[in-house]
T-cell receptor
Framework: AQSVTQLGSHVSVSEGALVLLRCNYSSSVPPYLFWYVQYPNQGLQLLLKYTSAATLVKGINGFEAEFKKSETSFHLTKPSAHMSDAAEYFCAVIPTGANSKLTFGKGITLSVRP | DTAVSQTPKYLVTQMGNDKSIKCEQNLGHDTMYWYKQDSKKFLKIMFSYNNKELIINETVPNRFSPKSPDKAHLNLHINSLELGDSAVYFC???????????FGSGTRLTVV
């Protein structure tokens, strides 16, 4: 089954620093890829998605992700972290094909230091 | 106007009780889901319905029974609640042929 791998469980950055959250997928056929964010005690909000159009995807709140087939990666970046970015971030995949389901990575906690 | 709404938001109940969580979507989507988020924040799909028909049923105890009265509603009934059922349950919806799920705000279930 197709899956995504998010290495590490916690990333800490200073306010204003670059945010880089890594995600690798396992598939020979590029799937649909997503990043979701979960703020404390809240639901899941879609940040951005890759659906085989442009490889550089821009999302909400200044985040973007680049699909790299050669590296089977879909890393999430933001040039300058803000305190309000502190949250749990999930990479997720939907394989192409009928009745495919959204499968999440284990998530990564982003902390932002003042 | 909330796209995917779940009720209740919080549910505290004793072991052995039966409880239900309701979900409604006003997006016109044809597919709905239930996900479980455990204490380590891991999200796993439980069920999926397409136009009221069950299409995904992961390895879930049969104490959990989903019901979809119409394509805008998907409820989750849990019998004989156990401590291990404590989690956050998320409802989601999507439209066939259009990747991307919209999630509700979750129901935090605590079994004591």
């Amino acid at each position: 089954a197709q899956s995504v791998t998010q290495l590490g469980s916690h990333v800490s950055v200073s306010e204003g620093a670059l945010v880089l959250l890594r995600c690798n997928y396992s598939s020979s056929v590029p799937p649909y890829l997503f990043w979701y964010v979960q703020y404390p005690n809240q639901g899941l909000q879609l940040l951005l998605k890759y659906t085989s159009a442009a490889t550089l995807v821009k999302g909400i709140n200044g985040f973007e992700a680049e699909f790299k087939k050669s590296e089977t990666s879909f890393h999430l970046t933001k040039p300058s972290a803000h305190m309000s970015d502190a949250a749990e971030y999930f990479c997720a995949v939907i394989p192409t094909g009928a009745n495919s389901k959204l499968t999440f990575g284990k998530g990564i906690t982003l902390s932002v230091r003042p | 106007d909330t796209a995917v709404s779940q009720t209740p938001k919080y549910l505290v109940t004793q072991m052995g009780n039966d409880k239900s969580i309701k979900c409604e979507q006003n997006l016109g989507h044809d597919t709905m889901y239930w996900y479980k988020q455990d204490s380590k924040k891991f999200l796993k799909i439980m069920f999926s319905y397409n136009n009221k028909e069950l299409i995904i049923n992961e390895t879930v105890p049969n104490r959990f029974s989903p019901k979809s009265p119409d394509k805008a509603h998907l409820n989750l009934h849990i019998n004989s609640l156990e401590l291990g059922d404590s989690a956050v349950y998320f409802c989601a919806s999507s439209q066939s042929g259009s990747p991307g799920y919209t999630f509700g705000s979750g129901t935090r279930l605590t079994v004591v």
